[in-house]
């Protein structure tokens, strides 16, 4: 078998007559498919409202800045996949407050949560749903501050769970199972929210100087195009994923290998991890030629040795829509030949 890599990115629909047309009419950073895939993204997830940016990170960054905050204590995840969540705190000048996360459900621990809020309390909360595995929103929402859900790998999941966080972010990058080349979007019921950022993102509308900083953070019509075009395919795509999802589950004998919360019913990783504190498993699918990762890493340093200990023994195996039944079935095999 040849080499199997963890994520193969399928070609975005290029020649598709709506690229084409957008070319042909100069549609490339402005145009209609912008305010199309946003109506169509507020629908897709039951939100009023639904902002197109540059990237997630300006997601992020404006989803913040909508909430007109001064000196806001921000809590952000002790362990995650990149940097952009506390670099968005800290481009606002807020503060950063680290919350170990769960082993459960990925996300913000409860108890350690509890226990910030006792400590020196906290303005907004920053949830994500890591791995498309849905943040339990409605235990964060007691503490009275706006959460902020970060589904920037949730984006198929929360099609179907619906969230309930003040504001969700979502990123179109390409490494993600919904991509646009790049992109993000701000989610949420506010028409002041609305307002302020249709207004930070860019400053076409902008007269003259007025002693307020605008920015670049508008997503290209071109991106939006695509996103347009993936839309119209988002429900075979899921069901693709998840057709992925349950062969890994009922075909691993080593059951205790599975994360359970990726497991649950409307959930669609976006990456498939598996749980081992014996390394040379993994050792083991490399020498099969298959790609297995280590997706978290820490954002505050040194981690509890607990934390440490957990997030160290998973990692990803291969899950893309585009898998093939035969490398599903060598990767099984592969797996169960070790355990």
Same mark, same amino acid.
């Given at each position: 078998?040849?080499? &199997? @890599? ?7 629909? /290029?020649?598709?007559?709506? #690229?084409? *047309? %957008?070319?042909? !009419? ?106 498309? &595995? @849905? ?7 007691? /503490?009275?501050?706006?959460? #902020?859900? *970060? %589904?920037?790998? !949730? ?127 993994? !050792? ?56």
């Amino acid at each position: 078998m040849s080499r &199997i @890599p963890k994520l193969r990115i399928s070609p975005l629909p /290029y020649e598709d007559k709506l #690229i084409v *047309d %957008a070319f042909l !009419a100069n549609q490339l950073v402005t145009g209609p498919h912008i305010n199309i895939f946003e109506k169509g993204l507020a629908a897709c997830f039951n939100y009023t409202y639904a902002n197109t940016t540059s990237s997630g990170f300006a997601a992020l960054f404006l989803a913040l800045k909508s909430l007109k905050l001064k000196n806001a204590k921000v809590v952000v995840p002790a362990i995650s996949t990149c940097q952009a969540i506390t670099n968005a705190v800290l481009a606002n000048g807020f503060e950063v407050v680290f919350c170990e996360i769960s082993p459960n459900h990925l996300s913000l621990a409860e108890d350690a949560l509890a226990a910030l809020f006792q400590e020196k309390q906290f303005d907004v909360i920053i949830a994500p749903s890591h791995f498309g &595995i @849905p943040a339990p929103i409605e235990n964060y929402k007691k /503490y009275g501050v706006p959460v #902020i859900e *970060d %589904a920037c790998q !949730a984006f198929f999941t929360r099609t179907t769970i619906k969230s309930i966080a003040d504001i969700m972010v979502l990123s179109f990058y390409p490494t993600k199972q919904f991509n646009c080349i790049e992109g993000g979007a701000v989610l949420h019921n506010s028409l002041d929210q609305n307002q302020i950022i249709e207004d930070l993102r860019y400053y076409d509308s902008q007269i003259d100087f007025d002693g307020r900083a605008r920015y670049n953070l508008r997503m290209a019509n071109l991106h939006a195009a695509f996103g347009c075009l993936q839309l119209d395919k988002l429900i075979d795509e899921r069901k693709s994923l998840l057709k992925i999802r349950d062969s890994y589950i009922s075909g691993l004998c080593g059951k205790n290998l599975l994360v359970a919360a990726q497991c649950e019913a409307g959930v669609v990783p976006w990456r498939f991890l598996i749980q081992s504190e014996e390394t040379k498993l993994f !050792a083991h699918l490399s020498l099969a030629n298959i790609q297995s990762d280590k997706e978290m890493a820490e954002l505050q340093k040194p981690a509890s040795e607990t934390q440490q200990h957990w997030f160290d023994s998973f990692q990803s195996i291969p899950y893309f829509s585009t898998l093939k039944s035969e490398e599903q079935h060598f990767i099984i095999q592969s797996i169960n030949e070790w355990s």
